[in-house]
């Protein structure tokens, strides 16, 4: 242990980096824990998805964000545990680290609502490495479907997103931006207008936090665009060649892609305290835990709020989990200073998404007089504040050419199936060797490796 | 099979892709396949491997080549067998493709030239997958040693590059800038200094393509910004621990990195014909087979020239590949109008590699007054030229802008470690559940997703 008190922040999202940086000047040793060495900008997934963005526009190495934070040090690690007794948090690789505060802001993971087949057959979301797999898968699906057209009744080129929250509209919108604009080129032996994108939503309206209006104008624009929009439709199974819904209605497809919500990191059961719903966990005033002032839950993970009993929790949004990490640094340099923290006001900034191309959907909340933007300049705003809250000069420049590359050429330039490494680089001793091979020069008196000459 | 003759090219790197080009007005129908669905730009993966450029920046998806050519196809599959009487290729996936003419360029694989342990545990810069695996290992060891000192002295901070061909010198020069500029902002509570790259050279020169002058630059300015260079020093065996010299001598590393020579795409035995050293292909003069005038063998896969019997090669170069694929298509349309088929003739353009920041090496064949380049002069040259041979348009700003950012800044943008996917999203049941969480409302009443709003 170091003579400062240490601060254990768990997990690099918007609430962890933001109580990283709100303690750079507080008289303690902050760690930083999360088990990617990158910060991944969650709201952009669908865009990697989709291949308008690559990986490196949208995650940000840690570690540069905190090039001169003298009191701050980065683990590259994966929480398994935590022990509020002993002050400790347990790693998967057998480590344990001590604590004399600790922010707990692991985040969220999706919610299969105990729907069978999603955990083994849905795409989703929520890490920047599922976010490549399923941009791989889909367009694995197009090079199937081009070599074997019989691939397309059996649901090759049907797209079936499961949840209409602002996860869902964006992605259903991107994709057949993608379908519409940028593939027809790629696939000329492919008649494009066979790839379905169906957009399944349990309730009676996409965009469940929005407005009325709002949520009728993304409704319109999906359906213009060609999304299958059907509300009132929850699924009732996946499977891994089929979605199955509770009208019983079986709708072929090899891509499940599961955005019906989200319930906490498994690290809420090992806090060994309260859980709300969505097992959320229940947190006082100032965001510490009950009986354990020195812990914290923030972001995705916490829930609370002056209704909290009644269920009404904060909403699972980047903006909580931002002014989350300020307030529980702040507690903590109020209690190095002797004085009681302060209860947590969140500050409700408004909602907002993208449908797609040129349509947007911001309202804000009353603190900027409830002012409602839809269509351009509402995809302008939206555009304007991601550039805003993207980290890192060098990922702004590079979303920003990525983003006006694809408004004017309709192109999606990140097409790439990517896949794990399966060891194709060496090569395998063929079955038979041929006769001719023995006669060969030992390849051992080879000369050393040449190259390419440009 | 269509009415046109169909000719089939195996590979889409820079032999094969320009093999197609080159038939877009010949009356055939055009198949491309290639087992990733983009063009890999070799030359550049040591820069992805070092975190100067990502993914999307070398690599581009070979149907967008080819957007404007009506008589081409493209199949994405991995070529196992090739039957010249039959007139068809076997794909892995079962599926077997007639063709009237074969263009076969599969390119190289690394030669572990029977080093015992290298398959196992050496790092190969052949596909961009393996060049983010290699990155990402890189950098997880910078995050092993920063977290424990002891793993240093077991090697985590010694990177071992065998083979001093360019590949193998612009590899090392890239990681000490790595080491020296870009990563000692990121690790405070590291030591910078005892990052060592060794570059072992069983001849007793680095760049064996290149002149004594430039051979004895590239070894000075290697030494001078810090590359332990070990000439004469050929690898006897590659540990997971360590790698082996002749000499008896054990250098502790968690990371070797093979650059000791390639060897021909094993689709080389399937031919069933003469090979060379190193597995080549035999040829006609026009770049045929032996009694097989509709085969064609080009770039790494081929062998011959006026003295082949002699052992003397053309060089594995991306000119030769390229050269190659535009003669083979030339040939091609000769045949189908009746004219005989003339003999590839290389023309060499000559040499050219980069040691690092301002300093690279260019040697122009006598065609070019066999002018010499050498430090910025040639580094400037290298910029320009692998800008020019760099496919798609979108590539070209984003790998200047990446270069541009890289030089002014010192910076490298794409510190990520990315992994398989590890199926860490979805939450595992937690071993015993918590009374408390039994009292939750049922999580499948939850509403839709919701989502970050910025």
Known sequence: MSARPRVVIIGAGFGGLNAAKSLRHAP????LIDRNNYHTFQPLLYQVATAG????????QVRGVFHRQRNFRFRLGTVVDIDKEA?????????RVAFDYLIAAPGAVYNDFGVPGVKEHAFVLKSLERAITLRSHILRQLERAANDRSLIEKGALTFVIVGAGPTGVEMAGALVELFERALPADYPELDMRLARVVLLEAADAVLAPFGKRSQRYAERVLRQRGVDVRLASAVTEARADAVVLRSGEVIPTQTIIWSAGVRTSTLAERLDTELLRGFRVKVEPDLSLPGHPDVFAIGDLSGAGPD?????LWPQLAQVAIQG?????????RRLQGRPGRPFVYRD???MAIIGRNAGIAELSERFLGVKMRGFIGWLGWLFLHLIYLPGFRNRVSALVSWAYNYFTYDRHARLI???????????P?????????ELVPAAQQGTGRRHVE
Do not use: C, F, M, Q
């Open 28 to 31: 303690v040793d902050v760690l």
């Open 53 to 60: 963005l690559t990986d490196g526009d949208i995650a940000y």
């Open 87 to 95: 002050k400790e948090v347990l790693l998967a690789d057998g480590d």
């Open 308 to 312: 909290a009993d009644a269920g009404k």
């Open 325 to 333: 990490g300020k307030h529980a640094a702040e507690t903590i340099e």
């Open 349 to 351: 900034l408004g909602n």
């Open 418 to 428: 990517i896949e794990p490494v399966k060891g194709i680089d060496w090569p395998e």
């Open 430 to 438: 063929p079955e038979e060797v041929r006769p001719l091979v023995s």
